[in-house]
């Protein structure tokens, strides 16, 4: 029964993350077709190169030209990376071809507005699409494929990699059509895209964890659990230099509730160490495979970006 249950929650959860793939494949092909295409802006990577060339081959072949491109850099993963990366590759582009080809089809729109407007509007929407698309575990720029090989072997960060070759793109665009302006409103884009993004991969959470080194630690532990309502947790630690046994308290709170925190701690010990960081989930036991996924798509997001994320 145990192995029945594991096996739904498991297959359930494997269709939630091709879902929200779905969605962030739609997200971006809206971005590119609606925003992009007819404002002359383009992203980075095969996508872009994608764009370029379909600016004299016609904008309806941009969905097969984007799986071609990428076919080189699927087999690259294939033979490097691992099947499973693999197989949310093939599923996440084959999702983002289609909808592309669907909104040329059936919904042919066009967003014409002021160059700020399309900037951000647009890098927003893509931000989001792409974000969704690496935070369950896929990709739809062969660059990325290139940048993670490349990093195996030189020890150059993926995300130098991606920078590179996405100015490479935009120099490109720049020099065939003759007009530096879309290279650099595409350049700007791209900054936009990336901030949003890197908010959807780690999450918009303002959670912190505070280690606190004190010898008042008795009194300090207990106004935090009775004054603030807050659990904590007591490690045993040794200064590096005095060699005297310390004990440290660890806690997690929300950030409305740091400046409180930090105002009792100084209350009740005036040199009290504080040392706070940024956490971008907290998960516990009861929802041990979300963790789990979230571990992975962490892992995939630094190694596409050269990020750590802790």
Not at 227 to 240: N, S
Request: contains cysteine.
């Amino acid at each position: 029964m145990a192995t029945s249950i594991t096996h739904t929650e498991s297959f359930t959860a494997q269709m939630m993350y091709y879902f929200w793939t779905l969605i962030g494949a739609f997200l971006a092909a809206v971005a590119l077709d609606i925003f992009f295409i007819p404002n002359n802006l383009f992203d980075g990577g095969t996508v872009g190169i994608a764009m370029i060339i379909s600016k004299f081959l016609g904008k309806q072949l941009l969905p097969i030209l984007l799986i071609c491109l990428n076919i080189p850099f699927i087999i690259m993963a294939w033979r490097n990376i691992g099947k499973a990366f693999v197989t949310h590759l093939v599923i996440a582009n084959i999702f983002f071809a289609v909808s592309l080809a669907l909104i040329q089809t059936y919904f042919p729109y066009t967003f014409k507005g002021d160059t700020i407007e399309v900037v951000v509007v647009g890098g927003v929407i893509l931000g989001i699409g792409l974000g969704l698309i690496i935070r369950n575990g896929g990709c739809i720029d062969g660059t990325e494929i290139l940048g993670i090989i490349i990093h195996k072997r030189t020890g150059i960060t993926v995300g130098q990699v991606v920078m590179a070759c996405n100015i490479l793109v935009f120099a490109a665009a720049g020099i065939i059509l003759k007009d530096w302006h879309p290279a650099l409103l595409s350049m700007i884009t791209y900054f936009v895209v990336m901030k949003t993004m890197d908010g959807v991969i780690v999450g918009l959470d303002e959670t912190k964890s505070v280690l606190i080194v004190s010898t008042q630690s008795k009194a300090i532990s207990q106004a935090i659990m009775h004054e603030l309502g807050l659990g904590l947790t007591i490690m045993y630690g040794r200064g590096g230099f005095s060699g005297v046994e310390k004990e440290i308290i660890y806690v997690i709170c929300e950030r409305l509730q740091l400046a409180d925190m930090k105002a009792l701690v100084m209350r009740i010990d005036p040199n009290a160490f504080m040392a706070i960081e940024n956490l971008h989930e907290v998960a516990t036991g009861s929802a041990e495979q979300k963790w789990q996924h979230a571990t992975k798509m962490k892992k995939i997001s630094s190694t596409l970006f050269g990020k750590k994320h802790y």
